[in-house]
């Protein structure tokens, strides 16, 4: 249970993706999200796990070596199979290349920049026909993109063709998503959260629970901002940051964040990518 | 979420059973269990997590048309890639050979003992190898079977190989082991436990905790009686039975039962099993 311990982990990649899933809802209190001790109206701690259990076959064509839009396609159709809606669809877009980089060797900022930049126009396509699997919710595009609104799923495969456009093309023209900018950044975001997890003490949910509010109260929510706007997310961030560090106000805005419908889901899914890395890196569970 | 609905299961049996392992440590309260509310001093809800994603490997063998003795080797060396010790060993004994016999489309008393008693001297010693990697409380054997003790784990090898034991016939003499009376039985116990899940209400970790109560009222525990003795054992058995159908009185037996250091583990491991055979029937999640 050291803080950075850098035994080699007993699992392998796709394991430890899994139980990224896991532990990310295992952690609680993690203000605005379903946790080990809350969950929202229609969508329920169940619903996660069974969600990480129908992720596995995807997370593990990925480790073999699939296409990202392949294994990515194929983790959120499994993860689909429950009746809570969207899990995990956010964490998967961070974990498939991030496993596809462990799986050769080099999970560091340039390993899953090699994984990105080789998507293709045919990862993007399974990338789009992956949307038709759950409602996400997204920004409206930009004008000149509106042709590739994600909510469009497979009927804007022709006009991906037609313009050429890769997956990390995709991702580098969704402005102001938390998870594409991790795509286009090196996972940055996702590997210094990793390493925050290392560093810190106790029970790996624990950790991660902690890391979520830090990374809110550093970072702000893309998809609260998404849903609510730029001045609730910023109130989300500010009072996440008067927050951290005192348990029983941590406690007391997750109770908050769920009578106000604020979910602050793009944070859950960084942190759940950063919980893979620091799993690859040997934190013991 | 309706009672007994008869919509095939979206999962594979291999992912069915790793999500019973998930739901079975989900529900709450389940007296002297972890659960989703409750962690014991050495052994938390995230190496029940961390054992469920590690049986994967060994479930899909079953899956697969594994022997049952190689599935359930794999399986528990997975399991044990965790900090907390023995999780999970007991729900897959039972387990694997509900796998199999689902896989095969027949998931029925005969078709389980079809399984049960298709085992050989193979599958005895990979069960008795698998015993090498947990700390599984058990029994004194009866003295003509003191080379057989489990604890022997390999070493028990060429005694099982020069009496030509199978596992079947190995499960048939543990007298007084929960687990082993599901395979000598038809795993009776495990889908009448099943029918009354599909029968009750509500999310799925729900009735599962309920199961656990009312079984351990009906039956008790072959686990605390191994532990404690028959007078313990009667007496827990007695409190589940008082306690059942009241959740405070339930919720406040599960802090006795922890106190007193009574750990009700084959009702958990049935419990678990059954909820497997619910979701292949159809139970939703």
Redesign the interface.
């Known amino acids: 249970?050291s803080g950075a311990s850098e035994r080699p982990s007993?699992?392998t990649p796709a394991?430890n993706a899994?139980?990224a899933l896991?532990?990310d809802v295992?952690g609680t209190p993690k203000p605005g999200n379903v946790d080990?001790?809350r969950d929202l109206s229609d969508l329920?701690?169940?619903?996660f796990?069974?969600g990480?259990?129908?992720s596995?076959e995807g997370l593990r064509r990925a480790e073999a070596g699939a296409p990202v839009g392949v294994a990515f396609e194929r983790a959120v159709r499994?993860m689909r199979?429950?009746?809570g809606g969207n899990t995990q669809f956010g964490c998967l877009l961070l974990l498939v290349p991030l496993v596809r980089a462990a799986a050769a060797g080099n999970l560091s900022p340039d390993g899953v920049t090699e994984i990105v930049e080789s998507t293709t126009v045919a990862d993007a396509a399974d990338f789009y026909r992956a949307f038709e699997h759950v409602d996400v919710a997204v920004d409206d595009p930009p004008e000149d993109l509106s042709d590739l609104d994600v909510r469009r799923g497979s009927d804007a495969v022709p006009t991906l063709r037609e313009r050429g456009l890769t997956l990390s093309e995709v991702m580098a023209a969704s402005e102001g998503d938390g998870n594409a900018a991790e795509w286009t950044d090196g996972f940055a975001g996702t590997f210094e959260t990793a390493e925050a997890i290392r560093a810190d003490d106790g029970?790996?949910?624990d950790r991660i629970a902690r890391a979520f509010v830090d990374r809110l109260a550093d970072e702000g929510d893309t998809l609260v901002r998404t849903k609510h706007g730029p001045e609730t997310a910023a109130e989300v961030r500010r009072r996440a940051a008067e927050a951290r560090g005192d348990e029983g106000r941590v406690a007391e805005l997750a109770e908050e964040f769920v009578a106000e419908g604020i979910n602050p889901g793009t944070t859950a899914d960084l942190v759940c990518a950063a919980a893979f890395v620091a799993l690859e890196r040997g934190l013991?569970?």
């Open positions: 249970m007993p699992r394991e899994q139980l896991l532990l295992a080990r001790a329920r701690f169940e619903h796990l069974a990480a259990v129908g596995g499994g199979h429950q009746e029970p790996a949910p013991s569970v």
